[in-house]
Nanobody, 127 residues
Framework: QVQLAESGGDSVQSGGSLKLSCVVS????????LGWFRQVPGVERELGAI??????????YADAVKGRFLISQESGDKNTNLLQMDNLKPEDTAMYYC??????????????????WGQGTQVTVSS
């Protein structure tokens, strides 16, 4: 059974940092691309990933987080994905989801391309 499990969400003050983790099970590394999405309550989940990574480690970021967020694979365990978030702002407050695309090979696709989702982890940034 394919599963994604996020962790690391918390409440922090503006300017703070958090590191989110996403553990992928049931999918061999190399058979999927992984992305992070976020959703504010009452608003549709953003169509584009805020960060994405391919199986060879190339990355892509949304303009809103570029220079502040870093997506990576944990050394020694490539099925654990990390999202380092620095200089957090109140507008980063959202539920954060990791998602895997194992169906069409698009590593920087949009929401419909990702076929497996985690349950989400809440990030709250206060001013």
């Amino acid at each position: 059974q394919v599963q994604l499990a996020e962790s690391g969400g918390d409440s922090v003050q503006s300017g703070g940092s958090l590191k989110l983790s996403c553990v992928v099970s049931g999918l061999p590394f190399g058979d999927y691309c992984l992305g992070w999405f976020r959703q504010v309550p009452g608003v549709e989940r953003e169509l584009g990933a805020i960060a994405g990574i391919s199986d060879i480690g190339t990355t892509s970021y949304a303009d809103a987080v570029k220079g502040r967020f870093l997506i990576s694979q944990e050394s020694g365990d490539k099925n654990t994905n990390l999202l380092q978030m620095d200089n957090l702002k109140p507008e980063d407050t959202a539920m954060y989801y990791c998602a895997a695309n194992s169906q069409n090979g698009l590593c920087y696709g949009v929401l419909p391309d990702y076929n497996v989702w985690g349950q989400g982890t809440q990030v709250t940034v206060s001013s």
